[in-house]
């Protein structure tokens, strides 16, 4: 994720000087405040010491925002059970809050407490919620009613916070610095955006291993993952409260982001009431707004609103970029993650964007974008901005191919009336299978046989009982199942006392999540045994082929375990119980001191190997960097300095919709995955046609320019009038 372009904005805020309205009877800022003083200086230079604290500070807070989120998903997926397009619209949700919320934080910043104790008082709640979230993940706490509690009011402080502080804390930084020091300032920036990419580049490689790699109360420790974001929010608060007596503080200065709001609505509003016909048209609806607000202003909403207009587009961006977080991640745990010297964690993925960001910048400022205007092409920033999003939607139609090739290890989704059933034979020598009124298993069953593919059973209603005939050495016998919609099974066949009999057993209906894998175990024994798997597992199967329940493991090589008997205790070799897998481990024998065992894979391990997601990640990074700092360098090259905090709050609520529209999609739309990456990449390319249109025809200006002429325009004296109504009265 872009951090130096959507995660750091300036504050919604007047620059000092500016007089948007010029209406009477504005109040100047009430209470006292202190004279700005200078700030000790880091060793002899023009850098305030206090920025020191303030870069501190936002790397701590970006550590922990971006940590937390990076587990979310799997949270609610593993430790909720929640499906994954509950999980993907909570996610959502959650980051469209985040980007909702920063207009509250300024509005508190500029209009009422100011940026240092708006950033206090939020970092505080944010501090709560990162608790609440932490201890909500506990599971000996409560049941799940109280987990989901805990954590849905934890993660709306979390994002109460970290949107409120958003637009806070870069501006905060940049007060620190006198009028004369413009260098030093930016090169602050510089340094305050490394220190936001850094923060997610760490967080989000090491958060997945404190979920993955280390184990609390039996499982992944989610509370250990979201404690260490949360211990770094506290440090990031205490950090900053360190510097209290370093800063400059200035005072609030009114809200431009209101003051235009209120422009607009004024506007509407004074044009509704004046419909007459007798009325003079104006030339722009907004000159409606002339009767209470100045032509500066009125001039310069004008500016932004062109630019606004240019921005109704660019939500589709948002809504693919950010789904690496949600609908990437569950892609990921259906693959093979074994990089042969370490295997990476699904959600640890995430942590390519920031890396491939700060790998890209570069190289499309000094390398890239010299070349094509050496070139002499025009590559416009709305082509720029195009571009990125042909390739983001690029990017989700190489998701769309790993999915369906991910999908042909998926077992077959089922629909009423269907199940699924396969034959295990266990005997010395082959069986013949028929099941009445159904053609399936046509050649014999030879003696521990790999099974082939399930067979599909038709059913005549939700359950139906089925009568099996089996064929061994010139021998026929007869069971009866009853088989249910939507299950699989396996038939066991095996001898017994001389005869041979069978078993039904249920297997799994689908791949085991989060690429664990599974295993059970059958015990051909004549004695019941206990089975060590590693240290945590214990399994116990009585004997005359009983079979146990699946247990569910992580990746590994099994060599180490134990089969402990009436006769002794055995070393049990299982081999590799791979990703997303599922087995059958029959235990036949005991000789010369170790256990004979017969693994059967019922369910494909993941083939399909992680790294196939990282032309993926190129492409979606690549797009952020021509979307996203184009994006933002164009549109303030586009708009007036003291409006320039209005298009940050707009490209921010930009992200916030695209987050939206995610969400319905999940919750009101639910289609096969592979589908529905399609479908992002077929809108977001329609919406790039739209724009790139728009683009054709949008006039570049120069603020400067635009705001002379709206000097120079002469307008219409409001005694020339006619019946104009500005009040609630009938014309």
Known sequence: MLKSCREAPPTFSH????????????????????????????????????????????????????????????????????????????????????????????????????????????????????????????PSLGNQAVHVVLSMVGLFLIALGTGGIKPCVSAFGGDQFEEEHTSE??????????????????????????????????????????????????LALVVFIAGSGLYRKTPPQGNVLLEVCKCIGFAIKNRLKNRSPEIPKRDHWLDWASEKY????????????????????????????????????????????????????????????????????????????????????NFTPIRKMATGMILAGLAFGLAAIIEV?????????????????????????????????????????ESFQ???????????????????????????????????????????????????????????????????AAVRFINALSQDVNLTINSKSFIAVQKNYSASEYSLLERDIYNNGKCITETGEFPLELGLLDFGASYTVVITNISGGAVETWKSEDIKANNVHMAWQLPQYLLISAGEVMFSITGLAFSYSQSPASMKSVLQAG????????????????????????????????????????????GYFYVSVDPEDLEEKEEKKETSSRGNMIGLVTQKTKL
């Not at 989000?204 to 949360?230: H, N």
């Not at 100045?294 to 240019?310: A, C, D, N, P």
């Not at 479908?679 to 739209?690: G, K, P, R």
């Open 15 to 138: 620059q000092e000087g500016d007089d948007p309205t010029s209406a009477p009877g504005d109040d100047p800022p009430k209470g006292d405040f202190p004279l700005q003083k200078k700030s000790p200086k880091l060793c002899g230079s023009n850098y305030p010491l206090s920025i020191a604290f303030i870069v501190v500070n936002e790397f701590c807070e970006r550590f922990s925002y971006y940590g937390m989120r990076a587990v979310l998903t799997l949270y609610f997926l593993s430790f909720f059970h929640w499906d994954e397009n509950l999980s993907t619209a909570v996610y959502h949700a959650f980051s469209a809050l985040c980007y909702f919320t920063p207009v509250i934080g300024a509005i508190m910043a500029d209009s009422w407490l100011g940026k240092y104790k708006t950033i206090i008082y939020l970092s505080i709640v944010y501090v709560v919620g990162h608790l609440i979230k932490s201890v909500g993940a506990i």
């Open 294 to 377: 100045s032509k500066q202003l009125i001039g310069e909403v004008k500016m932004v609103t062109r630019v606004l207009f240019l921005f109704i587009p660019l939500p589709m961006f948002w809504a693919l970029f950010d789904q690496q977080g949600s609908r990437w991640t569950l892609q990921a745990t259906k693959m093979n993650a074994d990089f042969g010297i370490y295997v990476l964690q699904p959600d640890q993925m995430q942590f390519l964007n920031p890396l491939l960001i700060l790998v890209f910048i570069p190289i499309f400022d000094f390398g890239l974008y010299p070349l094509i205007n050496m070139c002499k092409l």
């Open 185 to 234: 300032r930016s090169k602050f920036f510089s340094i305050f955006y490394l220190s936001i990419n850094a923060g997610s580049l760490i967080s989000t490689f090491v958060t997945p291993v404190l979920r993955g790699d280390v184990k609390c109360f039996g499982e992944d420790c989610y509370a250990l993952a979201f404690g260490v974001p949360a211990a770094l929010m506290v």
């Open 651 to 694: 490209w921010l609520l930009t992200v916030a919709v695209g987050n939206t529209f995610v969400l319905i999609v999940a919750e009101a739309a639910p289609m096969a995955q592979w589908a529905e990456f399609v479908l992002f990449t077929v809108l977001l390319f329609a919406v790039c046609i739209i724009f790139s249109i728009m």
């Open 405 to 445: 090739k991910i999908n042909e290890t998926d077992m077959p989704r089922l629909v009423p009336k269907e199940s699924l059933i396969r034959v295990l034979n266990l005997a010395k020598n082959p069986v013949q299978v028929t099941v009445q009124d159904k053609d399936l298993f046509q050649q014999p069953v």
């Open 450 to 516: 790999n099974p082939a593919e399930y067979s599909k059973l038709i059913l005549n209603g939700e359950q139906e009982s089925l009568h099996f005939t089996l064929q061994h050495q010139g021998l026929t016998l007869a069971f009866n199942y009853t088989m249910k919609e939507k299950s699989v099974y396996s038939l066991i066949v095996f001898e017994a006392e001389g005869s041979l009999s069978s078993h039904l057993i249920t297997d799994l209906e689908a791949k085991p999540e989060n690429g664990l």
